[in-house]
């Protein structure tokens, strides 16, 4: 049993499922088509809105924002992945917090020892609170996220771009290249073709 545990510790196969799927992410993020400030404002915008205490309806508030403003939809909808299942507690609890903070709202929620019909009805009383407590942190937390998070995608879009330039060069400049010996090929074997006719 140990030593089964001890391979999957030293296992690099076990780490690379955690990475391939972010790194996968990122790869398909450089190759979305657009202007590089359109694509980094629909990413900016994704951070911001998944930073707001509405889970299950960020996607379709940031492809629908990103729409209006004419930014990139696919970029806003990746970039509200950073408030997902795992990283969820961290979020709310950090902008509840700072929600709270701002807000000066001292009567903060904690739960219940015992989960019954009070304690239900309780939560369901100071809901509007909690939502506007997380609201208020959601735009102070995500204001400096995405104006950092806009940076980084374009000085990322901008690399991978200025990077691809000299490869996109070369397989034209190679491209090119083919055709013209195709097309000299061809004429070769026209020219013999006229020959045999004569």
């Known amino acids: 049993m140990s030593d089964h545990t001890n391979q999957n ?19 398909r993020f450089l190759k979305i088509r657009g202007h590089p400030r359109e694509i980094s404002l629909g990413f900016a915008l994704g951070l911001f809105v998944g930073m707001s205490p509405f889970m299950g309806l960020h996607t379709a ?22 408030s997902n299942p795992f990283t969820a ?3 709310y609890g950090l902008t509840y917090l700072i929600g709270a903070t701002v807000m000066s709202y001292e009567n903060s929620y ?24 997380l609201i208020i942190g959601g735009v ?13 995608a374009y000085f990322a879009i901008f690399e991978y771009r200025k990077n691809l330039r000299p490869k996109l060069t070369i397989e034209k400049a190679t491209d090119i290249a083919r055709k013209l010996k195709n097309r000299r090929r061809r004429q070769k074997r026209k020219k013999k073709k006229k020959k045999r006719r004569r």
């Not at 510790?9 to 790869?27: F, L, M, V």
């Not at 806003?76 to 992945?81: D, P």
């Not at 219940?112 to 009805?121: E, G, T």
């Open 9 to 27: 510790q030293t296992d690099p196969g076990a780490s690379n499922r955690w990475i391939e799927p972010w790194r996968k992410a990122y790869h």
């Open 61 to 82: 508030i940031a492809v629908l924002l990103a729409a209006l403003l004419k930014w990139n939809k696919f970029s806003a909808a990746l970039a509200v992945w950073i």
């Open 89 to 91: 507690p961290v979020i």
């Open 110 to 133: 904690t739960l219940p020892p015992q989960f019954d019909l009070d304690a239900l009805l309780d939560l369901i009383r100071s809901a509007p609170e909690i939502i506007g407590v």
């Open 140 to 152: 102070v937390t995500g204001m400096p996220l995405a104006i950092a998070g806009y940076f980084c």
